[in-house]
């Protein structure tokens, strides 16, 4: 079975400062990794997805996470923590052998990381 | 507007009560789900459907029923409303029929369900 966990409920930074958040993932097969961010009172959107093109991935708003095979992780990195980032994080996972009714993709979801960015 | 659309986005009912959240996609994407989501817990799978009149059960199904008689519609309704189901609920939906494709989810905003 595929799984996520992410490490630190709970991150806060400086604005300015290196973010970096954590995900190591549990797979018997070569997965699909997510990271989504939720702002209060809003659904889930996608940050970035990594799909075995390339490693590093970039995504929106100044974001990259990179998968690392030996290590099974994909974390979540900005160089520069901006105000704006606040929000929760949400890795997930996706592979072959969690299939659901009708041959779909199945994600699985961290329990997430709420980030502060502090002034 | 095109997207995934839930409602209400704010919901308070009394125990024993049913009650049943909407959500409406515009992308005919095949699948669809439903989640709930409790702090400490993330994301719980409640029911998906892979297409009309085809759904399944997630991780926590108990106490809630889904229908899905048109693509663009999938209703959670929970028979008999407890406290314990208190929780912000979201609908996604995915265009992928395809084992391991690499599509995402895409959300709707939620619906603060508040039982009392």
């Known amino acids: 079975a595929q799984s996520v966990t992410q490490l630190g409920s709970h991150v806060s930074v400086s604005e300015g400062a290196l973010v970096l958040l954590r995900c190591n993932y549990s797979s018997s097969v070569p997965p699909y990794l997510f990271w989504y961010v939720q702002y209060p009172n809003q659904g889930l959107q996608l940050l970035l997805k990594y799909t075995s093109a390339a490693t590093l991935v970039k995504g929106i708003n100044g974001f990259e996470a990179e998968f690392k095979k030996s290590e099974t992780s994909f974390h979540l990195t900005k160089p520069s923590a901006h105000m704006s980032d606040a929000a929760e994080y949400f890795c997930a996972v996706s592979a072959s052998t969690t299939i659901l009714t009708g041959g779909g993709n199945k994600l699985t979801f961290g329990t997430g990381t709420q980030l502060k960015v502090e002034l | 507007d095109a997207g995934i659309t839930q409602s209400p986005r704010y919901k308070i009912t009394e125990t024993g009560r049913q009650v049943t959240l909407m959500c409406h996609q515009t992308w005919s994407h095949s699948y669809m789900f439903w989640y709930r989501q409790d702090l400490g817990h993330g994301l719980r799978l409640i029911y998906y459907?892979?297409?009309?009149?085809?759904?399944d059960k997630g991780e926590v199904p108990d106490g809630y029923v889904v229908s899905r008689s048109k693509t663009e519609n999938f209703p959670l309704t929970l028979e008999s409303a407890t406290r314990s189901q208190t929780s912000v609920y979201f609908c996604a939906s995915s265009e992928s029929a395809r084992t391991g494709d690499s599509y995402g989810y895409t959300f709707g905003s939620g619906t603060r369900l508040t039982v009392v």
């Open positions: 459907s892979a297409a009309a009149d085809i759904t």
